[in-house]
Each structure stands twice: as structure tokens, then as C-alpha cells.
């Protein structure tokens, strides 16, 4: 697959390489298609998020497993 597009990103931050603590990654998805999905996600240190949106992702040849 690849990554179709990105909308309602909102970032705190501009580095996610100046934080020390684990970074939490969250996708969840919202609306699947025989050939794309639509997946919300986030971005959490310390129990904050740095940044969040939606993602659109699209299979090649239209076929997921």
C-alpha cells in the first residue's frame, strides 16, 4: 500500500527527535474500502499528544487481505 494523503494534521511540534521518552503511535481505522482506508492517528509522549489527523491508505491493485 501507500500513503494517498494526509488531512487535519495538528502538530505541537515541529522534531519528533527532541523528546527522550517513548513515543506512542495510535492508528485507528474508520472507514475501510476494497482498495483504501481511512485510519485516524496520533502521536502521544508522556501522555500528551505532538501530533494527530487522518490518513488515507491505498492498495495497489485494489486487494487486501
Known amino acids: 500500500g501507500f500513503l494517498g494523503g494526509i488531512r487535519d494534521l495538528i502538530m505541537t511540534t515541529d522534531r519528533l527527535d527532541l523528546y527522550e521518552d517513548n513515543l506512542t503511535i495510535v492508528a485507528t481505522l474508520l472507514?475501510?474500502?476494497?482498495a483504501s482506508f481511512l485510519y485516524a492517528f496520533?502521536?502521544?509522549?508522556?501522555?500528551s499528544f505532538i501530533l494527530k489527523g487522518r490518513a488515507s491508505i491505498f492498495i495497489k491493485g485494489g486487494h487486501h487481505s
Open 31 to 34: 472507514f475501510p474500502q476494497e
Open 42 to 47: 496520533s502521536v502521544d509522549v508522556e501522555n
